[in-house]
């Protein structure tokens, strides 16, 4: 069974940043996309950030030239940098990770817990 361990969740006032962290562990062939996803008290979950295998990124309008998502495969992890944070980007942001299984070789999607982000003004 594979496993996300998300961090790096907090607050911070507006225009300051934080660093996300997503660590996938366990029986792995290989990992596909890996991205990053929030939801405001009220709303619907939405894509944040994505990163796919071969490096190609894909942001949230809202976000663009403010986050940075990132993956280094070597440690299955994906990072998401966040600067300028703004009121709006609070939420809770929740790790995706697609894999294919080491024991099934079946594709598998799998979600994090969630790491909370406060935003003051």
């Known amino acids: 069974q594979v496993q996300l361990v998300e961090s790096g969740g907090g607050s911070v006032q507006a225009g300051g940043s934080l660093r996300l962290s997503c660590a996938a562990s366990?029986?792995?062939?290989?990992?596909?996309?890996m991205g990053w996803y929030r939801q405001a008290p009220g709303k619907e979950r939405e894509l944040v950030a994505s990163?796919?295998?071969?490096?190609?990124?894909n942001y949230a309008d809202s976000v663009k030239g403010r986050f940075t998502v990132s993956r280094d495969n070597a440690k299955n992890t994906v990072y998401l940098q966040m600067n300028s944070l703004k009121p709006e980007d609070a939420g809770v942001y929740y790790c995706?990770?697609?894999?294919?299984?080491?024991?099934?070789?079946?594709?598998?999607?799998?979600w994090g817990q969630g790491t909370l982000v406060t935003v003051s003004s």
């Open positions: 366990g029986r792995i062939f290989s990992i596909n996309a």
């Open positions: 990163v796919s295998s071969g490096g190609r990124t």
């Open positions: 995706d990770v697609n894999y294919v299984s080491g024991v099934t070789w079946v594709k598998v999607e799998v």
